[in-house]
């Protein structure tokens, strides 16, 4: 079993930066790859950022060069660095780890004021 714990949501002006972690325990040596999905209202679940277990990253085309993902081993943590935020970043903010299946931590709200 692993268990994610997120935080660093809030509510922030566009242009502005948040930082998201990610802290994962229980068996977390079993994890391969780390990383974050987004659900806006009335909107599906779509893929942030991921990044694997050598640190190869990933990113939807729409924050590319904003955000950027990283992961402390040491910390079991993996952090999403998110800056020039704009409106449409407004959304519920998931981590997620695999090892085996998905697990997902409990989400935490991002929102962008204009």
């Known amino acids: 079993q692993v268990q994610l714990v997120e935080s660093g949501g809030g509510l922030v002006q566009a242009g502005g930066s948040l930082r998201l972690s990610c802290a994962a325990s229980g068996s977390i040596f079993r994890i391969s790859a780390m990383g974050w999905h987004r659900q806006a209202p009335g909107k599906q679940r779509e893929l942030v950022a991921a990044i694997t277990s050598s640190g190869s990253t990933n990113y939807a085309d729409s924050v590319k060069g904003r955000f950027a993902i990283s992961r402390d081993s040491a910390k079991n943590t993996v952090y999403l660095q998110m800056n020039s935020l704009k409106p449409e970043d407004t959304a519920v903010y998931y981590c997620?780890?695999?090892?085996?299946?998905?697990?997902w931590g409990q989400g935490t709200q991002v929102t962008v004021s204009s």
């Open positions: 997620y780890g695999i090892s085996i299946r998905y697990y």
